[in-house]
């Protein structure tokens, strides 16, 4: 499985960002995508999932009401829609694999990893 994110940038605090996270490969394996995000001198921490087949959605607690997770079947794509993002959204943002389940909040369920994309929100 191979995993491309895309759609980060700078936006001024309140804007909004929508990033993608294309996947590749053995697609039919996934049981899980992820995105993660990680600022600088801070932990990677979960940050919304989707189950690849049913569609059931999960959010930490930081981000619901914000950010939308949803999945275009046709191209293999997962979006993550930013809404109301504030300077505490700034970090890397991963998107990540899970091919057997386990937590979907952590990183050591997932078994690949895309690049990361930048996310920068100014005040």
């Known amino acids: 499985v191979q995993l491309q994110a895309s759609g980060g940038g700078v936006v001024q605090a309140g804007g909004s960002l929508r990033l993608s996270c294309a996947a590749s490969?053995?697609?039919?394996?996934?049981?899980?995508l992820g995105w993660f995000r990680q600022a600088p001198g801070k932990e990677r921490e979960f940050v919304s999932a989707i189950n690849w087949s049913a569609g059931p959605t999960y959010y930490a607690n930081s981000v619901k009401g914000r950010f939308t997770i949803s999945r275009e079947n046709a191209k293999n794509t997962v979006h993550l829609q930013i809404n109301s993002l504030q300077p505490e959204d700034t970090a890397v943002y991963y998107c990540a694999a899970s091919l057997w389940g386990g937590s979907f909040y952590s990183v050591r369920s997932y078994n690949h990893w895309g690049q990361g994309t930048q996310v920068t929100v100014s005040s």
């Open positions: 490969g053995r697609t039919f394996d996934i049981y899980v």
